[in-house]
């Protein structure tokens, strides 16, 4: 017979210093945890009227991302990489977009009592908070903690930011320009830094590298197609392009292809990302390639890990590698 008035599982959680995943399945049954755990948790469950060893909520859990933007093709490949993983394991996933101020989203959010929540992009704006339940950053540069520790999956783009530049030096190329997006966010950063250390360990000076931010009003095709254009009138001397995103690598290959620019023999260009774009084109062309289905396992990982009171690395980086194309 249930209780009448029996609290939740989530603040017994937050009273006992456990994890609601860890009280939900010590209720089921199921997970191994240490002796002492088991015993406060089972006792306090039993306090409330819980039956241990049946499944006192039928429903799955739930775990929640908040993802910047569903049209970049990277967040929607790892936001469907996480459905898989987190359905073998009995979880249900509810994405939300980030059309609103962040930390009311995140409140609102945390408020469904989800069990766990994926930060997704890199918002313009970053936040302070501290997460009411376990939290990973993927691929996102929130300051948002869990008791008071950050957990991050990121991808190496410091590295890919080197490989871009290596790619381009092997082929001779010394005067190069950087589409970048102009509200530069701190993967675009970190690209960029990659690139000019690469750069300049060669011996060649960082002022021969043209950077150039996009408009904030033009998609990235549109911006890296235009300004590509304008800076061939104007005479601005370059022999290749680094693009910090594919479709700004596309937006500059078709500007320069317009104005009669062979594209590699003239100017070489490289993307990153790996999006589809970068293979099925009509000039492929070569891009730094991320991989969102290891981004989706990692972050998979470490957030279950958090779930049944584990702490796992607070940072983890995956690696990238070259996408050979006809454009370098």
């Known amino acids: 017979m249930s209780h009448p008035k029996?609290?939740?599982?989530?603040?017994?959680?937050?009273?006992?210093?456990?994890?609601?995943?860890?009280?939900?399945?010590?209720?089921?049954?199921?997970?191994?945890?240490?002796?002492?755990?088991?015993?406060?948790?089972?006792?306090?469950?039993?306090r409330e009227g819980y039956r241990i060893g049946a499944d006192p909520d039928p429903s799955p859990q739930t775990v929640a991302a908040i993802v910047t933007d569903l049209s970049n093709e990277i967040y929607h490949s790892?936001?469907?990489?996480?459905?898989?993983?987190?359905?073998?394991?009995?979880?249900?996933?509810?994405?939300?977009?980030?059309?609103?101020?962040?930390?009311?989203?995140?409140r609102k959010v945390e408020a469904l009592h989800v069990s766990g929540l994926f930060l997704i992009?890199?918002?313009?704006?970053?936040?302070?908070?501290?997460?009411?339940?376990?939290a990973v950053q993927v691929l996102s540069g929130n300051a948002?903690?869990?008791?008071?520790?950050?957990?991050?999956?990121?991808?190496?783009?410091?590295?890919?930011?080197?490989?871009?530049?290596?790619?381009?030096?092997?082929?001779?190329?010394?005067?190069?320009?950087?589409?970048?997006?102009?509200?530069?966010?701190?993967?675009?950063?970190?690209?960029?830094?990659?690139?000019?250390?690469e750069w300049t360990e060669e011996g060649l000076s960082a002022a021969s590298v043209y950077l150039h931010d996009?408009?904030?009003?033009?998609?990235?095709?549109?911006?890296?197609?235009?300004?590509?254009?304008?800076?061939?009138?104007k005479g601005q001397p370059f022999d290749s392009v680094f693009a910090c995103s594919d479709w700004r690598a596309y937006g500059a290959i078709v500007a320069l292809r317009s104005l009669h620019v062979a594209v590699p023999e003239e100017v070489k260009v490289i993307g990153f990302d790996g999006e589809r774009v970068s293979r099925y084109c009509d000039l492929p062309f070569t891009t730094i390639q991320q991989n969102p289905d290891m981004i989706a396992s990692a972050a998979f990982e470490s957030l279950c890990a958090l779930m049944e009171g584990k702490y796992p690395a607070a940072s983890t980086l995956v690696p990238v590698q070259v996408q050979k194309g006809l454009t370098v």
């Open 6 to 46: 029996r609290r939740s599982m989530r603040a017994l959680a937050k009273e006992l210093g456990v994890s609601p995943a860890t009280v939900s399945r010590i209720a089921s049954g199921i997970g191994s945890f240490s002796e002492e755990t088991e015993e406060k948790v089972t006792q306090a469950l039993l």
């Open 78 to 106: 790892i936001l469907t990489a996480l459905g898989r993983y987190l359905k073998r394991k009995g979880f249900l996933l509810q994405i939300f977009t980030e059309n609103q101020d962040q930390r009311l989203l995140l």
């Open 121 to 134: 992009g890199t918002p313009l704006t970053p936040v302070s908070e501290e997460a009411s339940v376990p």
């Open 144 to 197: 948002v903690s869990w008791q008071g520790q950050v957990y991050t999956v990121f991808s190496d783009e410091y590295v890919g930011g080197r490989l871009a530049a290596r790619c381009l030096l092997e082929k001779g190329c010394r005067l190069p320009i950087i589409l970048n997006n102009r509200h530069t966010s701190s993967a675009d950063s970190r690209r960029i830094q990659g690139f000019l250390s």
């Open 214 to 233: 996009g408009e904030p009003f033009k998609s990235a095709f549109n911006s890296a197609h235009d300004i590509t254009a304008y800076l061939k009138a």
